[in-house]
Nanobody, 124 residues
Framework: VQLQASGGGLVQAGGSLRLSCATS????????MAWFRQAPGKEREFVAA????????YIGDSVSGRFTISRDNAKNTVYLQMNSLKPEDTAIYYC??????????????????WGQGTLVTVSS
């Protein structure tokens, strides 16, 4: 599965961005999806996850109340809506797909496929 992430860029603190992650794979709808991020010098961090059905989501503590995740299985695309951005949200954001038996894809070791990453920079 090839995942193509887009939508990153430079935004001022308090602003919003929407990231997209698309694939041409027809089996996309059978994968649990997630977004992770990695800031310079830090480990990759879980951000948000969505079940393969799209029926439930799980948001990481550091972005709870500001970010949300959604998916459109007809378009083979998952989204990350980021509001009230802070400078500490600056990172490379990666979309991820997993087909395991866990309920939410939250651990990097459970990821089967990674997108190439898109850079989000939040200025103060």
């Amino acid at each position: 599965v090839q995942l193509q992430a887009s939508g990153g860029g430079l935004v001022q603190a308090g602003g919003s961005l929407r990231l997209s992650c698309a694939t041409s794979r027809s089996t996309f709808s059978s994968y649990n999806m997630a977004w992770f991020r990695q800031a310079p010098g830090k480990e990759r961090e879980f951000v948000a996850a969505i079940r393969w059905t799209g029926s439930s989501i799980y948001i990481g503590d550091s972005v709870s109340g500001r970010f949300t995740i959604s998916r459109d299985n007809a378009k083979n695309t998952v989204y990350l809506q980021m509001n009230s951005l802070k400078p500490e949200d600056t990172a490379i954001y990666y979309c991820a797909a997993g087909g395991g038996t866990y309920y939410y894809l939250t651990r990097p070791n459970d990821v089967d496929y990674w997108g190439q990453g898109t850079l989000v920079t939040v200025s103060s």
